[in-house]
């Protein structure tokens, strides 16, 4: 069964930090791994990632894939109030041509000014 | 590009009664839209899978004959939750892949609350 978990489950902190998110996934046949960010109403998408050690840069906001050791991160610097959200990572369904998606839990992420 | 919308975004209903809630794809074809449920606190779950045209697919342990989805045109999919009862009160999400591929565009989200 493919399992998507993310941790922390929470963070809390202060305008200006730096954060690391980080999501570890077991899959039988892994494609890609996305990563999206939601507020209050559905998520959005942030980043896919295929390929092992290239960072995807948007802004504050980078991601890179380690597909030896089976996980991601989502760095998001000088953070600021509006980067508070539920960060959620998610990889497609096993299944050949399948693009169904497992989310793990998210990470709450809270921006204190 | 690549706006999904649902509608209604908010829904209060009876116990017993049906509730249909309508997820579009504005600016593309969407060959596969997907229905998930977020409960309080927890990530989405999916409940469903629907190819335009063909009977949709369920995970296990959601109900078809309760959650009927319908897939009539590329653009358009349905949820209906018949016979609703509290108990699925829950934030309803859809998205949508497009025939060009990529990945999902999420709608914005409808939260039933059943009373």
């Known amino acids: 069964e493919d399992k998507v978990v993310q941790s922390p489950l929470s963070l809390v902190v202060h305008e200006g930090d730096t954060v690391t998110l980080n999501c570890s996934y077991e899959?039988?046949?892994?494609?890609?791994l996305l990563w999206y960010k939601q507020e209050k109403k559905a998520p959005t998408f942030l980043f896919m990632l295929?390929?092992?050690?290239i960072e995807k840069k948007s802004g504050r906001l980078s991601s890179i894939l380690d597909k030896k050791e089976l996980f991601s991160i989502l760095n998001i610097t000088a953070t600021q109030t509006g980067d508070s959200a539920v960060y959620l990572c998610?990889?497609?369904?096993?299944?050949?041509?399948?693009?169904?998606?497992?989310f793990g839990k998210g990470t709450k992420l809270s921006v204190i000014p | 590009g690549a706006v999904v919308s649902q509608h209604p975004s908010r829904v209060i209903c009876k116990s017993g009664t049906s509730v249909k809630i309508e997820c579009r794809s504005l600016?593309?074809?969407?060959?596969?839209m997907f229905w998930y449920r977020q409960f309080p606190k927890q990530s989405l779950m999916l409940m469903a899978t629907s190819n335009e045209g063909s009977k949709a697919t369920y995970e296990q342990g959601v109900e078809k004959d309760k959650f009927l989805i319908n897939h009539a045109s590329l653009t358009l999919s349905t949820l209906t939750v018949t016979s609703a009862h509290p108990e699925d009160s829950s934030f309803y999400i859809c998205s949508a892949r497009a025939r060009s591929g990529g990945w999902q565009f999420f709608g914005p989200g409808t939260r039933l609350t059943v009373l």
């Open positions: 295929t390929s092992s050690g």
């Open positions: 600016d593309f074809q969407a060959t596969t």
């Open positions: 998610a990889v497609p369904y096993s299944g050949a041509g399948s693009y169904q998606l497992t």
């Open positions: 899959v039988t046949n892994f494609r890609s």
